[in-house]
């Protein structure tokens, strides 16, 4: 049984204020091609459909798409909630669409209610962890102390019983995997995800899914292996600078009557690269190394001395989807990195104060020409006042 695991869809987000729908349309379209040309019978979303807990009409109409898209091509379906989705709203109808082949899991008592998939001399059991906020599923689970860690334990004790209660009952071997939105110990997280709590105590130790045969887990955006069967997917398509070197794609496993086989990535194609550029504004508009930024989305940081005069215009007239400009200016003398309460304290007169306020405001001081306009308003000011 060949299986493609996949998480963080996260349908309607936008980057940097654009749009990403045409980007998610694009991936779907390889989603499918994957499907149709490796095989795959059952495709795993390991929580974060969308993006947000109401999300825009055109994602509902796009994950509609792509579910009916992948139903025809002959796979089965299993998404669970993530923290990012309402679990009440992507788990609406459930148990109608499990007849159609679309499985959801968004709820703590069907965590022990597994999908089970005919592999014709085995059964795969699919359990579905949705997120699990522990202020608000604890109580029902039955655990006492803070944090992820004792409600997956807890959520894992009943997916255990569940499965040796099966497997004593049946004629022919189980197979188990689990899906689980969680931040795993030894993972790689990137700007793009929510943090789920603070202090650590969100981090789950990778022994909590040793007993599965595969851990399919969701949440941070870098495709990355733990273990051999513990594993996060990645989201399909970036979603911050800081994954412009990721590879987007998912894994392809094999599920057999003795366990997993072989795991693949699958790599899909971005629908616009992202490029970090840093450097001095004239040097990044003169380079023609990068030439291929000019068709990418940009994050340029500027090292100039002193802050160019518009230099997000000016950078756009090369890089025009350039859509987060940093400051971070390399040998500026000491003395313009003061506060201003300290740039205060040490003027001389009135012109020192104005100028030392632009210069600390915009990172650049007053050309001539601004220096002796300020000048002759001062002067007339004063002048003013004199007459007075």
Not at 202 to 209: A, G, H, Q, T
Request: net charge negative; aromatic share 6%; charged share 25%.
């Amino acid at each position: 049984m060949r299986i493609l695991h996949t998480s963080d869809w996260h349908l309607g987000r936008s980057f940097h204020g654009a749009g990403l729908l045409e980007a998610q349309r694009g991936f779907i379209d390889s989603l499918l091609d994957t499907v149709t040309t490796q095989g795959v019978e059952v495709v795993l979303i390991a929580g974060d459909v969308y993006d947000r807990a109401l999300p825009s009409v055109d994602a509902v109409a796009l994950f509609d798409d792509a579910v009916v898209r992948l139903r025809e091509a002959g796979a089965t379906v299993i998404a669970t909630s993530g923290n990012h989705d309402s679990a009440l709203r992507l788990g609406f109808g459930s148990r109608l669409l499990e007849r159609a082949g679309l499985h959801l899991r968004t709820q703590v008592d069907d965590l022990d209610a597994p999908v089970l998939l005919d592999g014709g001399d085995f059964t795969l059991a699919v359990y579905g962890l949705p997120y699990l906020e522990p202020r608000m599923v604890a109580e029902g689970l039955g655990v006492q102390a803070p944090g992820h860690q004792p409600v997956i334990r807890a959520a894992m004790d009943r997916v255990a019983a569940d499965l040796a209660a099966r497997r004593a009952s049946s004629t022919r071997p189980i197979r188990s995997l689990v899906m689980a939105h969680v931040f795993a110990a030894q993972g790689q997280g990137s700007d793009s995800e929510r943090e789920l709590s603070i202090g650590g105590l969100d981090i789950v130790p990778l022994d909590e899914f040793a007993d599965v045969d595969y851990a399919a887990l969701g949440h941070l955006h870098g495709r990355q292996r733990l273990t051999e069967t513990i594993r996060y997917s990645g989201s399909p398509i970036a979603y911050s600078f800081s994954e412009a070197n990721h590879r987007k794609g998912a894994w392809l496993l094999e599920a057999t009557a003795d366990g997993i086989g072989p795991i693949e990535p699958v790599d899909w194609p971005a629908a616009k690269n992202l490029r970090v550029l840093r450097g001095r504004l004239e040097d990044l508009l003169a380079d023609d190394s990068l030439a291929d930024a000019e068709e990418a989305w940009c994050q340029i940081t500027l090292t100039d001395r002193d802050r160019p005069a518009q230099a997000m215009e000016r950078l756009r007239t090369r890089f025009p989807d350039t859509l987060v400009l940093h400051f971070e200016p390399e040998g500026r003398p000491a003395e313009v990195e003061r506060t201003y309460r300290d740039r205060l304290s040490a003027a001389e007169n009135p012109l020192q104060v104005c100028t030392g306020f632009i210069d600390h405001v915009r990172q650049r001081p007053p050309s001539d020409a601004e220096a002796e306009l300020l000048a002759r308003i001062l002067t007339e000011a004063t002048s003013a006042q004199v007459a007075r």
